[in-house]
């Protein structure tokens, strides 16, 4: 990092290259998100996951898939950090390369729910009258609908690879970021500045773009941090029950293939798993946290 230049400015610079004006919601964003020690700390924590996800072989000291009969249900020890499983598997290699279906699922699960949500809300909020109606009908619709048990009949019927599973949770994960963005967006097209910039003759893209959507899209983000936990959640779900990825490794799975096992003393089977799964997703519920307080430092403390 060039001296004299803070990761604030980075941010603010990076919006400008992406044609959108750095509001005063953004400024000091960075330090007043390290303020909040937790969200910090997951923050980095996230990262970690990130590079072991990429590089899962550097981290993994076994081959997460070979089978040593020998070797089955022996404790935590030194060489194996969290024991072996019914087949002789090292259980940390696995949960080590779990991450990557963990976070794959979460992050593009969420980019899809994010660009739709935020195109729906951004054109329902800012054209209002029956376009408005008409888009937030089908957002109601969508609401009323038991994702998950959609989500368990769109599997069965069209596959439990990993890229289903990532697509169908993203397009049935929008609805919140739609009606986040909507009332952002009524709200500032009703602003002063917004006006301005229309008595000055700008267009609807340069008032959407360069004027409200920026305003609108701290709360989105904030929003997309939980339905990244949520999505983490619903994979692990599914994986449990058998409609996973056969074909990954994933810590749903993992939780299954205990399943019997920890009555009779292996427990490491299952607590394993299941910490990696809590740690994750309460670490991005920490960074949602620590978003909302850095974007709205007034609501600090109430």
Known sequence: MP????VGEIFEEGFMELGLEPTAKYAGFWERFKQHKSAYASLWFV?????????????????????????????????????????????????????????????????ISFAIG????????????KLDKFLMAITDV???????????????????SIYNVMIVIGLLAWMSTARIVRAEFLTLRE????????????????IVFKHIL?????????????LVASAILIEAGLSFLGLGDVNRITWGQM?????????????????????AIFGTVLAFNLIGDGLNDAFNPKLRGR
Do not use: C
């Open 47 to 111: 990262m970690l996951l990130t590079v072991i996800a990429i590089i899962p072989g550097y981290f993994a000291p076994q081959d997460p898939t070979e089978i040593k009969i020998s070797e089955r249900f022996l404790p935590p020890s030194s060489e194996h950090v969290m024991g072996t499983d019914n087949l002789g598997r090292d259980v940390f290699s696995r949960v080590i390369y779990g991450v990557q279906v963990s976070l794959m699922v979460g992050f593009i699960a969420v980019v």
């Open 118 to 129: 935020v195109t729906v809300g951004a054109i329902s909020g800012y054209y209002g009258g």
């Open 214 to 226: 920026p305003n609108a899209l701290a709360p989105a983000i904030i929003n997309s941090s939980l």
């Open 3 to 6: 001296d004299g230049v803070t």
């Open 142 to 160: 969508f609401l009323v609908i038991p994702g998950f048990f959609l989500i368990l009949l769109i599997i069965a019927i069209y596959g439990s």
């Open 191 to 206: 602003m002063e500045f917004v006006e301005a910039a229309r008595s000055l003759g700008a267009g609807d893209y340069r």
């Open 255 to 275: 939780l299954a293939y205990s399943q019997g096992f920890q009555l009779a003393g292996y427990w490491w089977m299952t607590v394993f798993p299941g910490l």
